[in-house]
């Protein structure tokens, strides 16, 4: 017996990531949890920003902006990313947060998370008072400690931090429950 | 030091949902990873279909579709979603799955997920061989045994899939990592 639930806005799980733009020496940074991959070809992610953000606007005035992935041990500076509003040098140092290059864009990286995504604005579309911003991921680039000899992103070292909307916590991956494009194979093999 | 990582369609984590539509008596079903929140006024989701899935023209014929939030134990059905081209009243059974009657939209739940949102379609987007569909949640429902006593959804007992692009895995939610709106209050304060 299902039961009405009174948020409409629950997904799970949702990713927790740290949004860096920058424009005319300016530099932005912001939590989010509201993005997902959405395209192949080319890679592309879709993103929602509520259009008071300080992010955004160096995000439209540069086109650019990276997806950086934080590592679970870094919930306080994601936090804090999430529920201070402002941008600018400060919030970065108030973060714990270091600015890096990027490679193929002019956005900074966050230095201390392991991956991050390299972006560029593709499409912008408004949905209320969010924007839903597309962008081209044209780079990931990831700390050789958490990659495999084959130049993989290995989860576990990776170690990435999850959102659950609803009762608002950050929560780690767990356990392995089965291999993709590989359990579903006997219910195929039995459908044909 | 970061290294090149040679996907561009990396993020951690990603959902593992599954997309029901129905048109005229046809019911499609498919797996979906590239999916998340976008707006909240009103609630939005956007997803990437790539343009040859079945499930597509069902939606967007009826403009409406649901994301059902499958726990941890229905891997194979849910891998089955994925890797299984095409759609109708066949693949549900194959899949060991059972469409049940939605409270606000035409589209099908699936009757063995603790959760689904119900989405009217609101816009969509192209990028490249994929289809941007946003939808509206206009609802959602959730088992019983995995709400708490004031009717939220307790992840624990909702116990969700993750999907884990790269390795190419499921993953369960794992140990709790901190309260979100509470663990950078420290460093907020600071900042002052």
């Known amino acids: 017996m299902k039961r009405h639930v009174a ?3 629950l ?3 949702m990713p927790a990531v740290l949004i860096a733009a920058g424009y005319e020496g300016e530099i932005g940074l912001c939590a989010v949890a509201w993005i997902g991959m959405v395209s192949g070809t080319p890679a592309t992610i879709a993103m929602g920003l509520r259009n008071v953000r300080h992010t955004l606007p160096l995000i439209e005035a540069s086109g650019e902006f990276t997806v950086n992935v934080p590592r679970a ?3 306080a500076s994601l936090d804090f990313c999430g529920i201070e509003a402002g941008g600018g040098a400060g919030k970065w140092a108030a973060a714990g947060l ?5 490679a193929s864009v002019s956005a900074p990286l966050v230095a201390e998370c ?9 499409a912008m ?3 209320g008072d969010y924007r839903v911003v597309f962008g081209e991921v044209v780079e990931i680039q990831a700390d050789e400690d958490v990659l495999t000899a084959d130049g993989n992103v290995d989860v576990e070292l990776l170690d990435p931090i999850t959102y659950v909307p609803g009762t608002r916590e ?4 767990g356990r392995k429950l089965a291999d993709a494009y590989s359990v579903g194979k006997p219910l195929k093999e039995r459908a044909k």
């Open 7 to 9: 948020s409409k806005t």
């Open 11 to 13: 997904l799970y799980p």
């Open 114 to 122: 392991p991956m991050a995504l390299e972006c560029r604005v593709t």
């Open 98 to 102: 270091t600015p890096a290059p990027a």
């Open 170 to 173: 950050y929560r780690a991956l």
């Open 73 to 75: 041990g870094m919930e």
């Open 125 to 127: 579309h408004d949905v």
